[in-house]
């Protein structure tokens, strides 16, 4: 598939408001994210998290929907449909909450990070796909025999890593990552990152997060957006300089 020049912004969000299942679980969010920068969403359990990163990346849910205002990732409507979709969600790489333990489980290792690129084109380089997959688990610190063990065979922290590289292979110029390090011992969560933070350096990937560990959002050096039951509720650069809506401010004063 042809790569699009990319656009100023990786994703830009006015006044957007989400549905799941026909509740609304995202009232109201404005943001930008620019290439090369990262954004951590923060926030309470149920606070919506999860469904704005998951619509951003496109996620294959069907009760999940634009119901106020609009998004668009890399210049490009996510309610649009057909080729365009095709586009938006070749140019985004998501790790969803728990991907690790809902990795295909009849593929190998292999097969799991590459699936992104077989799925697209049918006519691949089998000899340069097998390169790419061996970079990435080399780059996550996972053996190169990892390739051909399935999923079962490894432990949950290097599941959590083969999903991420999964997330990876196209080389997107986003990345979506929900709680990306969960599972993670410190050293291989230094890769992790690293992968991360070289892909947002050289290339320009930018990088939205849901976390609430303030480590990552230093690391990341990330902008922050606070969510609280679907409302953005503080925003600013790192943990340390949140600017509150009068409401939050006085529930966090009291
Ligand atoms: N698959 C689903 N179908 C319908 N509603 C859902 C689904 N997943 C989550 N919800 C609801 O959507 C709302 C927002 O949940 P979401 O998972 O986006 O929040 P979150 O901030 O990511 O929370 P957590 O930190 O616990 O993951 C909650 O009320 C939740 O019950």
């Not at 009232?27 to 998951?54: F, Q």
């Not at 095709?86 to 799991?112: I, K, M």
């Not at 990070?113 to 000899?127: A, L």
């Not at 990088?207 to 990330?222: H, M, P």
Request: glycine residues 12%; charged residues 25%; aromatic residues 4%.
């Amino acid at each position: 598939m042809q790569r699009r020049a990319s656009s100023e912004f990786a994703v830009q969000c006015d006044d957007l408001s989400v549905a799941r299942g026909g509740t609304r679980v995202v009232e109201g969010v404005t943001l930008r994210l620019a290439a090369g920068r990262a954004l951590a969403i923060m926030g309470p359990t149920g606070a919506g998290k999860s469904s704005l990163a998951a619509l951003l990346a496109g996620a294959d849910e069907p009760g999940l929907a634009v119901v106020g205002g609009s998004a668009a990732v890399e210049g490009i409507p996510v309610r649009a449909r057909g080729r365009k979709q095709r586009v938006r969600t070749y140019l985004t790489g998501y790790l969803s909450q728990g991907a690790g333990g809902e990795l295909p489980a009849r593929l190998t290792v292999g097969e799991v990070i590459g699936e992104p690129v077989t799925s697209r084109d049918r006519r691949v380089n089998e000899r340069a796909l097998a390169l790419r997959v061996a970079g990435l688990l080399d780059e996550l610190q996972l053996p190169l025999g990892a390739a051909a063990k399935y999923p079962y065979e490894l432990s949950s922290g290097m599941r959590q890593r083969v999903a991420l590289a999964r997330a990876l292979v196209l080389n997107p110029r986003l990345f979506v990552g929900d709680d990306p390090y969960a599972n993670l011992d410190l050293e291989v969560r230094k890769a992790a990152r690293d992968s991360l933070l070289r892909r947002r350096d050289e290339d320009g990937m930018a990088i939205f997060v849901v976390t609430n560990d303030a480590e990552t959002v230093r690391d990341l050096d990330a902008d922050v957006l606070v969510l609280r039951a679907g409302r953005p509720v503080g925003f600013g650069h790192g943990t340390a300089d949140v600017l509150w809506t009068p409401d939050e401010g006085a529930r966090i004063a009291s």
